[in-house]
């Protein structure tokens, strides 16, 4: 009786710090997961443990962890890469994934305007925007000589670089925008987005008024990009946004491309939307 009364004196907040406790230790094994990139595809433990704070063992621990869960792969001596399971979900994503559906069913019958052109599905994800969907050729023709785009599904941009991201930046709800201006200004003013949370709201209200970023030579010099709000029906808040990139000498040659290009994307866009469930 002594035992069982001793077990249920136990305070709660002693199960709460438990709990906290498997949370927290949760929380560090996955941020493993962050640390993979193009950069840096493969780990070893040692830097893991020195990243994360921890001891040697307690980064095993954790890589075990996702390596029983099939996230992470041991390749030897101590490295780690990306493991099964993760490109099991990835297929699983490919044939479920509601607006990769919508957007390969409308995309379908809706070829780029221009035959060296790409579009391109982009998806808020986090503080970031990540790519889901590419239409086109893998290179782009510029004075006769090809460009190649590596920018396909799975590739992960910044939030205030690029007409995919702007476009769906300037089209969050006002409140999160002032968030990340707070957060974020001296990127802001870096990128060249305004020195001043006045002049980055303006910028964000001319796209709004626009409906549509345009951006020449941001990642590739001799490259434009047109991007429009992917909105679901009845809503104004974005989460993707739908992206045509073609030279910039072919956009600029025809003055009525701009706007050609721009209603095009937004009938793709509106048409994915009204598919999407």
Request: charged residues 20%; aromatic residues 6%; neutral net charge.
């Amino acid at each position: 009786m002594a035992t069982q009364t001793r077990k249920a004196a136990v305070p709660a907040d002693d199960s709460i710090g438990i709990a906290e406790d498997k949370t927290g230790s949760l929380s560090r094994a996955l941020a493993i997961l962050d640390m993979f990139s193009m950069a840096e595809p493969k780990l070893r433990l040692e830097d893991v443990g020195a990243r994360l704070g921890c001891s040697q063992a307690t980064a095993y621990r954790y890589l075990a962890y996702l390596s029983a869960a099939g996230l992470i792969s041991s390749v030897g001596n101590g490295i780690y890469g990306i493991g099964p399971r993760v490109i099991e979900l990835e297929s699983l994503a490919l044939l479920t994934d509601p607006l990769l559906i919508a957007t390969k069913k409308v995309m379908g019958v809706h070829p780029p305007l221009s035959a060296n052109s790409v579009y391109r599905l982009c998806s808020l994800y986090g503080e970031k925007v990540l790519c889901i969907h590419r239409q086109g050729p893998d290179e782009i023709l510029v004075d006769g000589q090809p460009l190649e785009l590596k920018r396909s599904r799975g590739t992960v941009m910044p939030l205030f670089q690029g007409a995919a991201s702007l476009a769906i930046l300037a089209f969050l709800q006002p409140s999160k925008i002032q968030s990340l201006y707070l957060n974020y200004a001296g990127e802001i003013a870096r990128l060249g987005l305004g020195n001043d949370w006045s002049t980055f709201r303006s910028g964000m209200s001319a796209i709004r008024r626009d409906g549509r970023s345009v951006t020449r030579g941001q990642f590739i010099k001799q490259l434009a990009a047109v991007s429009v709000p992917m909105l679901r029906q009845g809503q104004s808040v974005a989460t993707a946004s739908l992206t045509c990139v073609l030279p910039i000498q072919e956009l600029d040659d025809t003055p009525e491309m701009l706007d050609q290009v721009t209603a095009e994307l937004k009938t793709i866009a509106t048409r994915i939307g009204e598919n999407l469930p």
